[in-house]
């Protein structure tokens, strides 16, 4: 089940976050970003227990064309991984902002959420760089 | 933009304003059929229609479709054609005994540097090279400079003309389907590498692919109708993106990335494309790759696959014995393999079927040695 745009907070670098039932955070790229990179074929996830500084890179996907790093969308530590992805990258594809969440995390400070960008202005971000 | 470690190196995304960008006479078809359309070399060219996967997988089962129009066909008329031909590149045009026959050769600067690679045709009264986009501009100058020391040659673009590929087992029946019986009786004798004309249409059996199919080059005026007739007979468009891993899993070179003015043929994979014989046909670069195999050439390319999971990309570092020995020209995810596969250059004493590593963002990943190809006729080389 994909979530909806509104209900997501996002990065500039394309990056979307929701806070799950538990208090912790599930972390994934969206659906703009997927249909950038094209077929995905690779995903290297941080490990459980990783501790995440916002802004930092803490993950890879990489589909046929493209290599892209994932960068930490707020700090905290990493709760689980999306252990499927590593055999089924493609799910990337179908389903980036549900099935093809890619980790979970604790946030240190969950008001660091509010700081992403709402859904309105993500699509204005991505409608103004286009290219 | 998006924070993609390493987009495509020659590819970047059209923004909606992006009509600057030349346009094919397919371009309308490009835009019908879904394409996502990519800069290439200045040209609004198609990077996929929906999965770059699926396209691939197309080619090496079926049948497909390139645009290839953005590729600039050179015709060579005049008396002197083949003496400046024979002058201009490493393969030697001699061997071209009859019209219809097809080479691939490097052109080389005086330093046996790679200015582009390319085919030439010939035909019945002039040969006809189809040359690199990117590469278009630096090649017509480099062609009418060494022009300028023979006689009675002419050089003529023929931007009138369009260029489709198609490719994979069952192209050469799908192309008889769209393009009716007489191009089927004019064309069903060819071999590889031979061509021929029908009509308005010139139809070689050569391509990109390390599949069997045609490379037809039409006037840009038949194209929509030629490419609406191919799709109807059931061959489905593939972009560039494909395209790529096609020719990458077949160990054909890229011009750009696995060789360029800086590395000569020798240690580009390409030897077997100097026409060393005879020795009188003194070529553009011949001197200097004589000194150069005089003294032995210092690197090889070689084909890798890795070992594990991840995805091997140009740049990325080899290393084998502990030894940097060199580095990947074109890296990518091998579909038919499922799989990462690479060309790279390195220096000699790394071994066939060796294992060595690469640096993939600081990790050592486990590669074997291969020779190139990895795929040809739809089937595994490894």
Known sequence: MSHANNDLRYTRSHEWVIQISDGTVEVGITEHAQDLLGDMVYVDLPE??????VGKECAVVESVKAASDIFAPISGEVSEINEVLSETPEILNQDAQGEGWLFRMVPNDAAELESLLDADAYQALIASDAG | MFPVALFYFMYRHIPDKGHMNKRTPLYAQHQAMGAKLVDFAGWAMPLHYGSQIREHDRVRSDAGMFDVSHMAVVDIQGEGSKEYLSLLLANNVGRLKTEGRAMYSCMLNAQGGVIDDLIVYRMDDRYRMVINAGTRDKDLKWMRATAGQASEVEIVERDDLAIIAVQGPHARTKVYAALGEGLKQKTEGLQPFEATTIGELFVGRTGYTGEDGFEIILP??????????????????????????????AGMNLYGADMDESTSPLISGLAWTIGWAPDTRRFVGRDALEQEKIAGPGQQLVGLVLQGKGVLRNHQRVICHDNDAGEITSGSFSPSLGCAIALARVTMDVKIDSLCQVDVRGKHLDVRVVKPPFVRNGKSLL
């Open chain 1, 48 to 53: 459980v227990g990783d501790s995440l500084t």
């Open chain 2, 220 to 249: 840009a005026k038949a194209a929509e109708f030629s490419w609406k007739m191919l799709a109807e007979a059931g061959v489905g468009p593939v972009g560039l993106g494909a395209r790529d891993t096609l020719r990458l899993e």
